[in-house]
């Protein structure tokens, strides 16, 4: 278990390039990262940057393999693994599971590397944008960061890649750029004022990136995104899958819903106000950010028909969070019984080969006294 941390020379591969990639992505770039753009500035942070590359791989390797360990490295426990830390690696692997058949991403290989992958990359950019503040919550944030907060930083290491790529499209092929990463330092969060967002309007949080937020710490939009930061570090897997989970529970009823109220355009609005509006995790941030959810911009009159006050919200979330608990609760007492014995090897009785010789050379004796007599 400790050994396999270690011992995989691709993993090693990835961390070394990912590693350099960073420290001259801060010399090179140097501009582009905070408002000091000196030689010794970037020196320093492409240090931290590669610093918590490495570091930022191996204890989210660390992390997952003693989780495998813990369970044998059993498919069951790999699989949920894969849904909780990573998502995609079980939704693609739950039907060759229920199948009986090969897991295709949930090998204990592949999560050790996409443990790698994501622990790697989430440092990278973390020390290049200096997002942590080591004398305060970055302490505690980081390691969160790439071990229990790993589903959200997957998808957040996605918001990177999208973001990065569109602000070089934009500055190549368009007057104007997108995916424009803030200048603050040591707020342990990422916030693109511009970018990825489900709406064009909305900004959009997974892990510690804040995407699409187009304001500071200075304001109450801020802090609600900035509640999601935490929200992720605090319940890790439960966060992630509780949220989707609530929209998958309320769906169908809300566009039914929404069409009664609202007509064809309710088949949008619906999961608009249900899913989202009403979800628990929103309404809390929205409580934080101090906004009243039927008073966002957009909302409507037939909309706010829609939105639960939160004594209601509060009143599904017990149900809801009591059946989640308990569901999260035999998923891995499963999984993790049904993990195969460590083998043990049985001590065989020694053969002892000096005791067949003494009775081979006592036979032709035998032969011979039974011959003289």
């Known amino acids: 278990?400790?050994?396999?941390?270690?011992?995989?020379?691709?993993?090693?591969?990835?961390?070394?390039?990912?590693?350099?990639l960073a420290f001259l992505s801060s010399l090179i770039f140097r501009?582009?990262?905070?408002?000091?753009?000196?030689?010794?500035?970037?020196v320093t942070r492409g240090i931290e940057?590669?610093?918590?590359?490495?570091?930022?791989?191996?204890?989210?390797?660390?992390?997952?393999?003693?989780?495998?360990?813990?369970?044998?490295?059993?498919?069951?426990?790999?699989?949920?693994?894969?849904?909780?830390?990573?998502?995609?690696?079980?939704?693609?692997?739950?039907?060759?599971?229920?199948?009986?058949?090969?897991?295709?991403?949930?090998?204990?290989?592949?999560?050790?590397?996409?443990?790698?992958?994501?622990g790697g990359m989430s440092g990278a950019v973390s020390g290049l944008w200096r997002i942590y503040s080591w004398l305060g919550l970055g302490l505690i944030g980081f390691p969160l960061d790439v071990t229990?907060?790993?589903?959200?930083?997957?998808?957040?290491?996605?918001?990177?890649?999208?973001?990065?790529?569109?602000?070089?499209?934009?500055?190549?092929?368009?007057?104007?750029?997108?995916?424009?990463?803030?200048?603050?330092?040591?707020?342990n969060a990422h916030r693109y004022e511009s970018g990825f967002g489900l709406k064009s309007d909305f900004a959009f949080t997974q892990g510690c990136v804040m995407s699409n937020l187009n304001c500071d710490k200075t304001t109450d939009l801020y802090h609600h995104e900035k509640t999601h930061v935490w929200q992720n570090r605090a319940f890790g897997p439960l966060y992630t899958l509780t949220y989707i989970a609530w929209f998958v529970v309320w769906a169908i009823?809300?566009?039914?819903?929404?069409?009664?109220?609202?007509?064809?355009?309710?088949?949008a609005h619906g999961p608009t106000n249900w899913c989202y509006f009403n979800n628990p995790w929103e309404t809390?941030?929205?409580?934080?950010?101090?906004?009243?959810?039927?008073?966002?911009?957009?909302?409507?009159?037939?909309?706010?028909?829609?939105?639960?006050?939160?004594?209601?919200?509060?009143?599904?979330?017990?149900?809801?969070?009591?059946?989640a608990t308990v569901l999260a609760v035999l998923t891995v007492a499963s999984a993790w019984n049904e993990a195969p014995a460590p083998s043990h090897k049985t001590t065989q009785p020694a053969h002892r080969p000096q005791k067949k010789a003494s009775i081979d050379r006592a036979l032709p004796q035998l032969r011979e006294h039974k011959a003289s007599g």
Request: hydrophobic fraction near 55%; include cysteine.
């Open 148 to 187: 229990w907060a790993l589903a959200g930083n997957t998808v957040g290491c996605l918001l990177h890649i999208i973001n990065f790529t569109g602000y070089w499209l934009t500055r190549a092929f368009a007057d104007s750029t997108w995916g424009v990463h803030s200048s603050e330092t040591r707020q």
């Open 31 to 42: 501009s582009q990262f905070d408002d000091d753009p000196s030689a010794g500035k970037a």
């Open 284 to 323: 809390w941030a929205y409580a934080v950010q101090g906004a009243e959810r039927t008073q966002i911009t957009g909302v409507t009159e037939d909309d706010k028909k829609m939105i639960w006050p939160a004594k209601y919200v509060i009143a599904w979330s017990v149900p809801f969070f009591a059946v």
């Open 49 to 118: 940057a590669l610093i918590l590359t490495v570091l930022g791989g191996l204890i989210a390797r660390a992390f997952i393999s003693i989780l495998l360990g813990s369970a044998n490295d059993s498919a069951a426990a790999a699989l949920a693994i894969g849904w909780g830390f990573f998502l995609v690696p079980g939704i693609v692997d739950t039907i060759p599971y229920l199948t009986h058949s090969h897991p295709i991403l949930t090998t204990p290989e592949n999560l050790l590397m996409f443990a790698t992958v994501v």
């Open 253 to 267: 009823p809300a566009i039914i819903v929404g069409v009664v109220v609202e007509g064809i355009a309710g088949v």
């Open 1 to 20: 278990m400790v050994e396999r941390i270690f011992n995989d020379p691709i993993a090693w591969v990835f961390l070394a390039i990912f590693a350099v």
